[in-house]
């Protein structure tokens, strides 16, 4: 049985920083992903990395964001920097396993003085 299991979301200052994580199990994982939903807005994609270390990232976050994993772990990790209140959504961690993908619950990230 696969879960994803995010962790590392909570209130933020602008300008502070948060540590996502995303415990994965139950497969071996190529691409994980971080996604992120805003109130009112379409989910749309964050950060990606693949299981050989190749990353890429949404405009909105780069050189602010970084994600990483440990593959020994089963772990994906999204380091946020520099926070905006256009950060504020709820983040997902996304993982393939050949044809399917797999979801977290999803954790809360809020950034506001």
């Known amino acids: 049985q696969v879960q994803l299991v995010e962790s590392g979301g909570g209130l933020v200052q602008p300008g502070g920083s948060l540590r996502l994580s995303c415990a994965a199990s139950?497969?071996?994982?190529?691409?994980m992903n971080w996604y992120r939903q805003a109130p009112g807005k379409q989910r749309e994609l964050v950060a990606t990395?693949?299981?050989?270390?190749?990353?890429n990232y949404a405009d909105s976050v780069k050189g602010r964001f970084t994600i990483s994993r440990d593959n020994a772990r089963n772990t994906v990790y999204l380091q946020m920097n520099s926070l905006k209140p256009e950060d504020t959504a709820v983040y997902y961690c996304?993982?393939?396993?050949?044809?399917?993908?797999?979801w977290g619950q999803g954790t809360q990230v809020t950034v506001s003085s």
């Open positions: 996304n993982a393939h396993a050949g044809t399917y993908s797999y």
């Open positions: 139950g497969s071996i994982f190529s691409n």
């Open positions: 990395i693949t299981n050989g270390g190749s990353t």
